[in-house]
Each structure stands twice: as structure tokens, then as C-alpha cells.
């Protein structure tokens, strides 16, 4: 069961080919549709998610990925209504509080290889951006392998700092959150925003209070 918090969280927006793109926090009862994402994947979709060649999530790995606390660990749900299914799983994307710096936190986006060029991964992540700024979250830390050419091209775009790793095969990307949202003004971040607004959270950030005062925007 979800915090009442989070609760009443959800965006739709639309995709620039005209689907609709549905928002939602993650929930316990989630395993199964993570599951199958994850069987979705193509394996050179999972060896640039998961750094390694996995070929399922055990039951560990669902727990933890599904049952979290929403504030030093939260996750977005992607979902597409299709013929078949009316909320299909798309995408995730989470974040992950460091446990040495609390205004840091590492986050990552997994997008469903057959939806892969849609500007989902674009969305999911200014929307977790945006709850992560009202959780005192300012920077996002992001592990790239050195071949995963699109998220390179993604941080870039995003003007990440590049960090030092122990691991030359892998990028440590760095996400400025206020420089983020202050980019981001009109676009499903903002919409964020507004909702968390309307609930308990304290945006932490002097932008996040300018937002909030502004008018919503429209779908």
C-alpha cells in the first residue's frame, strides 16, 4: 500500500508521436510487471542497465526494486495503454539516497527496448528529478558504461558533469537537479511539481517554491 503522501502522485502527458505516457509511483504488488520488463530487454539492453549479464530479477531483487520507502529510495512506473493491455510497463526509473552524502543520490533509467527514441526516458527522468528536489536531493549520480553511446549523448545534452571512476569501462555522471529544473520549466517536471506540492513534501529548492506559484501547465 502506497504512503498517503505519494499516493495521489500521477502525470500523463503526451508523447511527441501521440501516445499517451502514464505516470505512477511503483508498488509492492509491481514484481510481476517488473519481471516481465525485464524480460522484454534485450540482453544488450540489460548489460548497459545492470553492468552485467543477468537473465532474470530473483525474488530478492523484486523485493527491493518494489518495496521501498519513497524518500531515500523512490521509483516511477512508465505505462502505455496498447489493444491488449491497458497500462503496459514501459519503463522505470529510480533513484537511490547515498548513504554518505544525503543530498546525493544514484539514479537510473530502464526504458523497454520496442519503446526505445519516444523521449520516455527524457520524461521519467525530470519527474523523478523532481520529486528527488523535494526530498533535499540536489544531485543525481549516474553510472554509464563507456558504450552506451545514446545515455552518453542523453548526460551531454543535460550539460552532467563527468566525475572520476575507479572503472575505466564506466561513466560517472553527475546531474546538477537545480540547474535541471530550472531548464525544465514547463515540461512534465514542472506538472510534478504541482502534485507533490499539493501533498506533505517540502520542496527544498528555492526553484521548486518559484514553480509551485506559477500557473499549472496543460496536458
Excluded: C
Excluded at 118 to 128: F, T, W, Y
Excluded at 141 to 161: K, T
Excluded at 176 to 192: C, F, H, I
Aim: negative net charge; hydrophobic residues 45%; proline residues 6%.
Amino acid at each position: 500500500m502506497l504512503p498517503d503522501e505519494v499516493a495521489h502522485l500521477a502525470v500523463t502527458t503526451q508523447l511527441p508521436d501521440g501516445a499517451v505516457l502514464s505516470l505512477r509511483p511503483i508498488r509492492p504488488d509491481d514484481g510481476p510487471m517488473l519481471a516481465e520488463g525485464f524480460r522484454r530487454l534485450s540482453p544488450e539492453s540489460r548489460f548497459l542497465r545492470f553492468f552485467s549479464p543477468l537473465d532474470h530479477l530473483s525474488a530478492a531483487q523484486l523485493r527491493y526494486f518494489t518495496d521501498i520507502d519513497y524518500v531515500d529510495h523512490f521509483a516511477w512506473v512508465a505505462t502505455i495503454a496498447t489493444p491488449t493491455d491497458p497500462a503496459m510497463g514501459v519503463g522505470v526509473a529510480r533513484y537511490i539516497r547515498s548513504k554518505t552524502d544525503p543530498s546525493a543520490a544514484e539514479a537510473a533509467v530502464a526504458v523497454a527496448d520496442d519503446h526505445h527514441r519516444r523521449g520516455i526516458g527524457s520524461i521519467m527522468l525530470e519527474a523523478l528529478a523532481a520529486v528527488a528536489l523535494t526530498r533535499g536531493i540536489t544531485a543525481f549520480h549516474l553510472l554509464v558504461r563507456s558504450d552506451n553511446h545514446a545515455m552518453i549523448a542523453a548526460m551531454e545534452d543535460l550539460r552532467a558533469g563527468r566525475r572520476p571512476n575507479d572503472d575505466a569501462s564506466v561513466i560517472r555522471f553527475v546531474l546538477d537537479l537545480p540547474n535541471l529544473a530550472e531548464e525544465m520549466r514547463g515540461t512534465a517536471m514542472w506538472k510534478v511539481f504541482r502534485y507533490v506540492g499539493e501533498g506533505s513534501a517540502s520542496i527544498q529548492s528555492s526553484v521548486g517554491q518559484r514553480w509551485l506559484g506559477d500557473p499549472p501547465i496543460s496536458s
